[in-house]
Structures are given as structure tokens and as C-alpha cells.
């Protein structure tokens, strides 16, 4: 659709459509807005997407979007205790859905509320987006809180692993580190150091806020211009992330020992910046190894008995990223065994590629997920989020059409690229009994 | 809003003993669907509790006329998905598929329920892999925890009742193939069988076909599993889990509360437990994590109700090892706040408006509908019933919500069980 048969919204300016999804800017101060009616349910979900995330902390305060996401709870100059108008018990009393997610290229605020209370989701996420208390004296009692969200992730030999293999792989990429940060970082970075932080990314001008479900188009960008329209974009350039990873120039390996009781495999190879057009391929490649009872290597490898379950994932992210193969091994399996039939199995697609057959399952199986990701507004908005954050909503809007296209030279092609040993860690979860 | 439920659902009989409950959706294309038959672990033979959860672990593995791979292949060259599961009351089955994909998706779930095919060699693959997860959870605090806590409050054979990680291993490595073909043979039929279906679906399409799949299909009575068991009398008792290498120990306080769902006051009472600790805004949250930062999460539910059952109360959180005994303190204090002096009107009207709002919120996906219509029907609710709740929780008054926290708490003899690394 182009922009002239589109309706002009007043003070907001038209960008584009796709899918349905229809993306305006607010002359203002920048903030994209994203809108899909759907009227099904009479519920509507309403998210900010922040583009930062903890690829833009280094050392000293990783972990610092994540401890700032938490204290963005805290109040705000409209919403909070003293006035009796907590964002909790404000969202939560109307029976909204509320929450916050902070990952490697992104913070987003959410609310799924009963439709005739957008209005007040709105009000608040703008509120926050500039005038967030961020004290002191929230921060030392939220501190303990995120450390303990922490602790509990070291309780699971699999987040362990995986946050170990990420460090192994990446060395000057901030990926290096997971989004939950290191402990001492957690401990010891200062209110100060969160301030500075919201001051340089939290502007509508690094924002997208995003309406999808039972509202209406006209009102709802009126609304998020009378309250976003308060502030105006942000005086300095949002800071580019600069840091690129240097080439990977053999395999690495890395081994946890813990207490534990059974074993976990991990073998990742770098993979490129989630817009890079291989993805499609990969995302295919993926479900061909390991969706399914009928995939490669579940046929191989937990049908038999060796493994417990195993899945793959190769998250599209905003710089590079990694396709990983986990798999949880029985008692008595022993790595090195699982790890060479993975490794065998990537090497047979190289050599000798795939059948149509498999490609053909493995894309009714992304049209399905596809199809999905729209049952609800909340499922549209968060997969949306997750295409703001790599760079490109419209990642979302046509991905299919892109997995369509696919072919099974791709897949054998992007196996031979990136599935090669100078590009792999591996990395063992050893039990200790 | 008014009778949503009872206006847009279809309920059917398209076979004696089969029940129908589908709800078309303004989606596109999607169908999720989920269905229970009644023979769960507590249909098991009593020598052996895990029969059931093997039998509903092998329907996955080949029928009479498939083997596991063609199955699997039917279900993924068309983006589908059925996984069955056991429960302690039922087996159960969730789905999803495209909506011209249903007919080979029911036609393939008639098959496997029908005329699974229990071989061998599978069984025991299917045992080795139970096992090694079964290992593993040894490692899970928060399972440790519960498991422990269920144990001290319920006998043997309770549906609520737990068995230790090493018993359900030995149970499981025991089970034969004779003995699950006996139990298929003996419990897999119509009468109880409910099927649910939400999305872009047809009450007709949904009939017909389940109606080719299951005509023929043996019946039953649909006799309902009678509870000849109550929970331990209520002791405040104490237990502690090692587990090595942890950083974080998983806790509970809880009590045998002697009621079920269909009890009068379970209403009350749950709305008195939601204000303690439902949600974020609940006392807990507000306290122990946002006030003391002590803990990432901690919350309060009421579980165990359903089919009879006398449930349970039990108050779960988080905390560092260093910091377990002032947040167990920190915890007790606030439930003996609440439990002297109750709950506000405040807090009730807030809480009241926040579950009529979740009602809302929760029609928002056709997963979430199929899983809730399904519930009800298990708990032989009535549809009506979908849409009473708005109205029973209307009705809850400050007064009886406070008179059953003093009528069925007993704040100083809970049950404390821990499970991690402890500092002493």
C-alpha cells in the first residue's frame, strides 16, 4: 500500500504497511508507532520496545538494561505509591497482563489489558519513558532481587552451559556476556551508572510503541500523541554500538563441572547479523535437524535412547549470532559419542544436502509457527518486538515469504558456510556425583 | 461479554461418552484442541502408579497401521503437533493444526488412542529416557521442594500425594508391556471423554469427524474416581533437601486445607489467598521482593482441589542461602499479618476487578480457551459455569473471606520444606 491512499493521522506521519500491520512516526519526536486491528477478543496489547539491550553495556555494568528494566517498576512521576498509583496496582487491579523483557538487542514494557483501559497502559509507559524515579534507594532492595533472579538461572546446568558457550564464542562482542550480567556487576554497578543509562536511550526517538488487538486506529494514535507527544526527542545522537567480533580462527571448547546428575552436549557455530538474507535458510536447516520425531536428529539421537530430548536454536539477532544443538544426555551416555553424530549428521548436509521432502516439512512446520504467532494480540506484538529489535519489523510481517523461497542448495549452502570447525564451541555440562 | 461462554460454545454428543465443546474464534486458520480420557495415574493398578503415564507416553509410538516414523511424518510435512501427557485423573491430549489439515490430524489422533501399537523395544527406549529426566529432576529445587512438601501432608495413594524421585524411578524401570496393553485395554474408551476446540473451527467438521474416528470404539460407564483418602492431620513439620551446588534454595510453607473446589468457602478463601499472594501486586510481591529485595519471587496459591480432592494451601519462594531464614521469617510474619487481621474491602474490590479483568484478558489466544473450556468440562461444570465466575467472585464479602482465613489457616503449624545448598 502506498502512503498516499493511506489516511492522514494528525501528527503523526505515515511510513508503511505490511502484512496488515501499519508502521506511523510521531512528527514530534520520532516514536515509531506500530498499529494491527483485530477485533476477535476484547482485548488489546500495548508494548514499548526500547532499542537497547545488553549489547550496549560493557564491563563494569553488564547487566545494567536488565537492573534498569527492574527499576523502571519503581514509579514514575505520575504512577507511583506516594499518589497511591503504583504501576502494579494500577495495571494488575484492572486484570492486565504486565511484565518486561530484556534480552541482547532490546527492552520492551507490556500490557495486555481489557481494551476499554488502553488508555491507561498508554499514560503509564509514557510516563515512565521520561520521568522513571530510578532511586537509590529502590535500587539497593532491587539489587538483591535481581541477583537472586541470577541464582536461580545457576541452578539450571543448561543456563549455565549456555551462558558459558556464549562467553567462549564471543570474545569482544558484548553477546560475550548473557543479559542477566555478571554477579559483582550486578552488585556493584551504581544508581548513577543506571541514570546515565536511561538518559541516553530511553527517548522516543529509540522507541517503538506497538497496538495490536480490539481498538481504534483514529482514537488510540490520538491518545499515544497526547501522551508521548510530552516529550520531545532526545538533544544528543543515540551511541552506536561499535564492537564487532574478530574472526574465529579455530575450534573452542569449553567443560562445567558441577554437581549434577546427567550430562548436556551444546555445539554452536557463529552465525550473521539476524537481516542477513541466510537466515531464512538456517531457520529451515534448523527444524530439518532437530523439529520433530521425524527430524535427523532426534531420529538419531533420542529415539535410540541415547538422549532425553534435545532442540536447537538459532535466535535471529541484530549483530550475529549461533546455531546451537543442545542435547540432554541418559545416564549412561557419554558426550563424545553424542557429539560426534551431531557433528556427522551436519557433515552429511554438507556433503550430500537434503531431501526435498525434509524442506518441505520443515517449512509447513515455520507456516504453522507462523500462523500461530498471530493467535493473539500479545503473540503479534512480541514476535513484532523481536523484528524492532534485529532492525526490521517487516522481518516478521514477510517472513514466510522469504522461507518460501528457500531451497535445498540454500540449506546445503548455508551448511557449508557456517556449520565448518573453525566456527565451532562446544561446550560439556559434566555431572559430579 | 454477558453469557460469552454459554452463547458461542457448542456442546455435543456425537458418540455416547464423547463430549464436544467448540468455540469458533475471529483468528485465521489456527485450531488448538485439547482432550482428556479418564484413566490417569490414579487408574493405574495400584502395584504399580506409572503404568498409566507409560501407556500415554507410547501413544506417540506407532499405531497398528503406522509405525512411530509415519506418524510423526503425517503430523510434520503439515506443521501439526499432538502431545499426550498424564495427569493424575486423566490422560490428556493438546493440538494444534491449520484448519485444512484437521481431518488428517483427528484421523491420526483416532488412531493412536484406538489401536496404539505397544512394542517392546520401544517401551523400553521410552524408559531409559523417563529415567534420565526423572535423574535429572533430582537437580530441580523447586520440584525437590514440592515433592517434599506433598509427602508430609498427604498418605500414600492421595491424589495429591507425591512419590520421591528414586520411587517413580524404580516403578517406571518395572513397568512390562503386558501390563500397559492390559491397562489400554481395560481403560482407553468412550464415556468421560471430553474434547475442546478453539479457532478458526467448525462445531460440525469437529462432530463428524470425531464421530468416524470413535463410533465403533468400545464404551463405559463413566464412573468417577472416588476418594477414599484425606490429607495427614494438619502438624507443622520440617524438612530440609540437599542438594549440592545450588545458589538459590526453593521454599514452601503450606497445610492441608480439607476442602475442595465444590466446598462453599473455596471461593472465599481463594480470594483471601490471592490477596496474600496472587500476583505482583499481591502482599508477598509488595513486601518480601519490592520492600526487602529478599527474593526474586515468591507467591501463594490454593492447588490440589479439583475431582474431589482435599487441597492444599502453600506459600513458595526463592532465597540466596545466606538469606533463607530472614525471608522465611519475613514470610511467616506476613502471613501472620494476615492472618490476624484479614483482608481490607480495599484490597478486595481491587483483587475483584483484577480476576474480572484476567477473565477478559484470558480470551485473548485459542490456546489458553481450548485448555480452560477442557478444564471445565473435566470438573463436570456445566458451560454456564465459564460464565458464572465473573459473578461468584462479584459476590465474595469482605466478612466470609475473613472468616475462612481464621477457620482453615493454621499459621503455626505449617510445613517447611527447603530444597539447595543450605549454609550451615
Given at each position: 500500500m502506498s502512503p498516499k491512499n493511506k489516511k492522514k493521522e494528525p501528527g503523526f506521519k505515515f511510513i508503511k504497511a505490511s502484512g496488515g500491520i501499519e508502521e506511523y512516526r510521531l512528527s514530534s519526536n520520532g516514536l515509531r508507532v506500530l498499529t494491527l486491528e483485530e477485533h476477535s477478543a476484547p482485548v488489546t496489547t500495548f508494548m514499548?520496545?526500547?532499542?537497547?539491550?545488553?549489547?550496549?553495556?560493557?564491563?563494569g555494568h553488564t547487566g545494567a538494561t536488565h537492573l534498569l528494566e527492574h527499576l523502571m517498576f519503581k514509579g514514575s512521576k505520575k504512577f507511583n505509591k506516594e499518589k497511591n498509583t503504583a504501576i502494579w496496582s494500577e495495571l494488575q487491579n484492572i486484570g492486565a497482563q504486565i511484565n518486561a523483557t530484556t534480552w541482547n538487542d532490546r527492552t520492551n514494557y507490556f500490557e495486555v489489558v481489557p481494551s476499554e483501559h488502553l488508555e491507561r497502559a498508554i499514560a503509564i509507559e509514557a510516563d515512565r519513558m521520561r520521568n522513571a524515579f530510578l532511586k537509590d534507594e529502590d535500587r539497593q532492595p532491587e539489587m538483591t532481587v535481581v541477583r537472586n533472579e541470577f541464582e536461580r538461572g545457576e541452578n539450571n546446568p543448561f543456563d549455565v552451559l549456555d551462558k558459558n558457550i556464549w562467553a567462549t564464542a564471543y570474545q569482544a562482542h558484548p553477546y560475550h556476556h548473557s543479559t542477566i550480567g555478571w554477579r559483582s556487576d550486578i552488585e556493584n554497578v551504581s544508581t548513577k551508572r543506571l541514570q546515565e543509562f536511561y538518559n541516553t536511550y530511553y527517548w522516543p526517538n529509540n522507541a517503538t510503541a506497538t497496538v495490536i488487538g480490539d481498538f481504534e486506529k483514529k482514537q488510540t494514535l490520538a491518545l499515544i500523541k497526547k501522551y508521548f507527544g510530552e516529550h520531545g526527542r532526545s538533544q544528543h545522537t543515540?551511541?552506536?554500538?561499535?564492537?564487532?567480533?574478530?574472526t574465529q580462527e579455530g575450534p573452542r571448547r569449553i567443560m562445567i563441572k558441577r554437581a549434577g546428575q546427567t550430562g548436556i552436549v551444546g555445539i554452536g557455530h557463529k552465525t550473521p547479523e539476524g537481516l542477513n538474507q541466510d537466515t531464512y535458510a538456517l531457520q529451515a536447516l534448523g527444524k530439518i535437524l532437530t523439529e520433530g520425531k521425524s527430524s535427523r536428529l532426534y531420529k538419531r539421537i533420542v529415539d535410540p535412547g541415547l538422549a532425553t530430548s534435545l532442540f536447537m536454536y538459532d535466535f535471529p539477532f541484530k549483530d550475529c549470532g549461533m546455531f546451537i544443538s543442545y542435547v540432554f544426555l541418559t545416564p549412561e551416555t557419554d558426550h563424545n559419542s553424542v557429539e560426534e553424530i551431531v557433528l556427522?549428521?551436519?557433515?552429511?548436509?554438507?556433503?550430500?544436502?537434503?531431501?526435498?521432502?525434509?524442506?518441505?516439512?520443515?517449512?509447513?512446520?515455520?507456516?504453522?509457527?507462523?500462523?500461530?504467532?498471530?493467535?493473539?494480540?500479545?503473540?503479534?506484538?512480541?514476535?513484532?518486538?523481536?523484528?524492532?529489535?534485529?532492525?526490521?519489523?517487516?522481518?516478521?510481517?514477510?517472513?514466510m515469504d522469504h522461507i518460501i523461497k528457500v531451497s535445498r542448495k540454500d540449506i546445503q549452502r548455508v551448511a557449508e558456510k557456517y556449520l565448518i570447525e573453525d566456527q565451532n564451541t562446544t561446550g560439556w555440562f559434566i555431572p559430579q556425583n | 461479554m454477558r453469557n460469552y461462554f454459554s452463547k458461542k460454545i457448542v456442546v455435543d454428543e456425537p458418540?455416547?461418552?464423547?463430549?464436544?465443546?467448540?468455540?469458533?474464534?475471529?483468528?485465521?486458520?489456527?485450531?488448538?484442541?485439547?482432550?482428556?480420557?479418564?484413566?490417569?495415574?490414579l487408574y493405574s493398578p495400584r502395584k504399580n502408579s506409572e503404568i498409566s503415564s507409560l501407556a500415554a507416553g507410547m501413544l506417540d509410538k506407532g499405531t497398528k497401521n503406522k509405525d512411530k516414523f509415519e506418524v510423526s511424518d503425517i503430523l510434520e510435512s503439515v506443521g501439526a503437533e499432538i502431545n499426550f501427557f498424564n495427569t493424575a485423573h486423566h490422560v490428556q491430549f493438546t493440538g494444534y493444526c491449520l484448519k485444512n489439515d484437521l481431518d488428517?490430524?483427528?484421523?491420526?489422533?483416532?488412531?493412536?488412542?484406538?489401536?496404539?501399537?505397544?512394542?517392546?523395544?520401544?517401551?523400553?527406549?521410552?524408559?531409559?529416557?523417563?529415567?534420565g529426566n526423572l535423574e535429572r529432576s533430582k537437580e530441580d529445587t523447586k520440584k525437590q521442594a514440592m515433592i517434599g512438601l506433598l509427602r508430609k501432608l498427604y498418605p500414600p495413594h492421595h491424589p495429591n500425594y507425591a512419590l520421591t524421585t528414586d520411587e517413580k524411578i524404580e516403578l517406571v524401570s518395572s513397568v512390562r508391556t503386558k501390563e500397559i496393553k492390559t491397562f489400554h485395554k481395560n481403560t482407553y474408551r468412550l464415556g468421560g471423554f471430553n474434547f475442546s476446540a478453539a479457532g478458526d473451527v467448525s462445531p460440525d467438521t469437529i462432530n463428524k469427524?470425531?464421530?468416524?474416528?470413535?463410533?465403533?470404539?468400545?464404551?463405559?460407564?463413566?464412573?468417577?474416581?472416588?476418594?477414599?483418602?484425606?490429607?495427614?492431620?494438619i502438624k507443622g513439620k520440617k524438612r530440609r533437601i540437599p542438594i549440592p551446588d545450588k545458589q538459590s534454595i526453593d521454599m514452601y510453607l503450606g497445610q492441608a486445607i480439607g476442602i475442595n473446589r465444590r466446598h462453599k468457602d473455596y471461593y472465599p478463601l481463594k480470594m483471601a489467598i490471592y490477596v496474600l499472594g496472587g500476583n505482583f501486586s499481591a502482599r508477598l510481591m509488595q513486601t518480601i521482593r519490592d520492600e526487602a529485595g529478599l527474593t526474586y519471587g515468591i507467591g501463594s496459591s490454593l492447588s490440589g482441589t479439583g475431582f474431589g480432592s482435599d487441597g492444599y494451601w502453600s506459600t513458595w519462594a526463592t532465597f540466596a542461602p545466606d538469606l533463607?531464614?530472614?525471608?522465611?521469617?519475613?514470610?511467616?510474619?506476613?502471613?501472620?499479618e494476615w492472618y490476624n487481621n484479614g483482608i481490607t474491602e480495599k484490597e478486595l474490590k481491587e483483587k475483584k476487578t483484577t480476576i474480572m479483568g484476567a477473565y477478559k484478558v484470558g480470551l485473548d489466544s485459542t490456546g489458553g480457551l481450548a485448555a480452560?473450556?477442557?478444564?471445565?468440562?473435566?470438573?463436570?461444570?456445566?458451560?454456564?459455569?465459564?460464565?458464572?465466575?465473573?459473578?461468584?467472585?462479584?459476590?465474595?464479602?469482605?466478612?466470609?473471606?475473613n472468616k475462612t482465613i481464621k477457620k482453615y489457616i493454621k499459621p503455626k503449624q505449617l510445613t517447611f520444606v527447603a530444597a539447595g545448598t543450605f549454609d550451615d
Open positions: 514499548v520496545t526500547y532499542h537497547v539491550g545488553s549489547r550496549n553495556e560493557a564491563i543515540i551511541p552506536k554500538m561499535y564492537t564487532e567480533e574478530p556427522e549428521e551436519y557433515r552429511q548436509i554438507i556433503k550430500e544436502g537434503i531431501k526435498q521432502k525434509e524442506l518441505d516439512r520443515a517449512k509447513a512446520q515455520i507456516k504453522a509457527n507462523v500462523a500461530f504467532s498471530r493467535d493473539g494480540s500479545y503473540a503479534v506484538a512480541s514476535a513484532l518486538n523481536e523484528a524492532l529489535a534485529i532492525g526490521d519489523w517487516t522481518f516478521y510481517s514477510t517472513f | 458418540q455416547k461418552g464423547l463430549s464436544t465443546f467448540v468455540l469458533p474464534t475471529g483468528v485465521k486458520e489456527v485450531i488448538t484442541f485439547a482432550g482428556s480420557l479418564p484413566c490417569g495415574t488428517t490430524v483427528l484421523c491420526l489422533l483416532g488412531e493412536q488412542l484406538r489401536t496404539p501399537l505397544f512394542l517392546e523395544k520401544e517401551l523400553s527406549t521410552l524408559k531409559k529416557r523417563l529415567v469427524l470425531l464421530k468416524e474416528q470413535f463410533s465403533r470404539w468400545k464404551k463405559g460407564p463413566d464412573i468417577p474416581y472416588r476418594l477414599d483418602l484425606k490429607a495427614r492431620p533463607l531464614e530472614k525471608g522465611k521469617r519475613a514470610t511467616r510474619n506476613q502471613i501472620k480452560r473450556i477442557l478444564s471445565n468440562a473435566q470438573q463436570r461444570e456445566k458451560i454456564e459455569h465459564l460464565d458464572k465466575y465473573p459473578e461468584i467472585i462479584k459476590n465474595i464479602s469482605l466478612d466470609k473471606v
